[in-house]
């Protein structure tokens, strides 16, 4: 058999055809074109559906035997016999690389010669993509220029940005040949001006190609944005009133993170050191009256710049409660109605109602003595105003009595002839009336 196959490498298709058969001319040989990855294994096969024993053959771009039959012809450690009959002949190329690509031939040894082509695609896997141009930190505003670049793709591979898991479309693509003359090297560049919603943001650019089965190649870019603090006072009540503790919160953002924040009142110091504590980003004034009325300021500073923020504060009274019309009796036919308003102050928290403040209008805390003693004082009035009332009245009635007993009494020698005048003189009575004032 060797020198058979011998013989049909040296006298060629026609001579070795020469014992087959007749009715050969069914015969044709099947094959089908091949991709592999580069690095990969690629499976040539030659069918015959019908064969009358005639021999098979896998010959390589360069035209030289492969396998003749299940002989092998070439010494090539990564070529492989998968399976030889009179219908199959079957080979594997291992580790396969681009220069392996190219057209092979399965010919079937009949009169003439048949043969059939099969193309072996070897597909260049691209690099892991590398990202250039960022330095950090970048400044808000600042415009800046992104690279991705991948090498080795055959074919060209294709390169796409993402932010925030947002595509982006609007960049320039750039594919080159590579010094093999196979490959390709592509870059992708990507331009925007960035601001303080990209910080902390990742840049990815990803590779996708049929090399990599799905599984595209990603490279990430994680943005660092310096900008200026972003100020903003937060009140703990929307409604002050007097006596109430009140916290203003400085809420305030930038990076780098902003310094320890600095509270004013009307462009001055705060007035109140000891009512008016500042902790940290917080203003806490204990107990508000309407000197604190005003506006406070907030100011944020770090590296890059420094912002504030105002909040005007107005403290508003306590409400009050009315109470019920009170009659107060007297011995007069006069009424007299009066309507007491008593200020309530509801209590702020078991810690801040047994704490006296020192600024705080004296009664904001207790019961109001001054108004306690005018309605005391209203009631002594009123009673006094009836009592004298009442004692002229009676005076007024006994004066005008002991008066009209005495008539004509001065001018009587005696006691019988003053009852005789009083009596009979009606015209003296008229003109010795007294009236009491």
């Not at 592999?36 to 896998?58: F, H, K, M, Y």
């Amino acid at each position: 058999i060797f020198l058979l196959f011998l013989c049909n490498l040296s006298l060629g298709p026609a001579a070795a055809s020469k014992n087959k058969v007749k009715g050969s001319q069914g015969q044709f040989p099947l094959t089908q074109n091949v991709t592999v990855v580069e690095g990969g294994t690629a499976i040539l096969t030659c069918r015959v559906d019908q064969n009358d024993n005639t021999s098979l053959q896998w010959s390589n771009p360069a035209q030289q035997t492969l396998y003749f039959d299940d002989k092998k012809a070439l010494r090539d450690n990564r070529i492989e016999l998968v399976r030889a009959s009179w219908h199959e002949l079957s080979i594997s190329v291992s580790d396969v690389s681009l220069s392996d690509e190219g057209q092979y031939t399965c010919s079937l040894f009949t009169m003439p010669v048949k043969t059939s082509k099969a193309y072996l695609t070897v597909l260049g896997v691209p690099e892991k993509p590398q990202i250039s141009g960022f330095s950090s930190p970048v400044m808000e505003g600042d415009l800046m220029q992104l690279t991705c670049k991948t090498s080795g793709s055959k074919p060209a591979a294709d390169i796409r940005w993402f932010k925030n898991d947002k595509e982006i479309k609007d960049v320039k693509y750039l594919k080159e040949e590579d010094a093999n003359r196979k490959t390709f090297t592509v870059s992708s560049t990507l331009d925007f001006r960035v601001d303080r919603s990209d910080d902390g943001v990742a840049v990815i650019c990803r590779v996708d190609h049929e090399s990599l089965n799905a599984t595209p190649q990603v490279a990430m870019q994680v943005l660092e944005i310096h900008y200026t603090p972003s100020v903003k006072i937060i009140p703990s009540t929307p409604f002050p009133q007097e006596g109430q503790p009140l916290i203003l919160t400085c809420e305030s953002k930038g990076k780098p993170l902003p310094e320890p924040v600095l509270w004013t009142k009307d462009g001055g110091e705060l007035p109140d050191p000891d009512r008016m504590v500042v902790s940290g980003r917080e203003l806490n004034i204990l107990f508000l009256n309407k000197t604190d009325n005003g506006t406070y300021r907030c100011e944020a500073t770090n590296t890059i710049g420094q912002s504030s923020a105002e909040y005007v504060l107005i403290v508003h009274d306590v409400p009050n409660t009315l109470l019920p019309t009170t009659i107060i009796p007297s011995l007069t036919t006069a009424t007299v109605t009066t309507t007491v308003a008593i200020t309530t102050s509801p209590t702020t928290s078991a810690t801040t109602s047994n704490i006296r403040d020192p600024n705080a209008l004296a009664g904001q805390t207790g019961p109001d003595h001054a108004l306690i003693g005018g309605i005391v004082a209203v009631v002594v009035f009123v009673t006094l105003c009836s009592i004298f009332l009442l004692g002229r009245y009676l005076a007024r009635h006994k004066g005008t009595y002991l008066t009209n007993e005495a008539k004509g009494a001065e001018d009587a020698p005696d006691a019988d002839t003053a009852i005789i005048n009083a009596e009979g003189s009606q015209v003296n009575a008229e003109e010795k009336k007294e009236y009491f004032i």
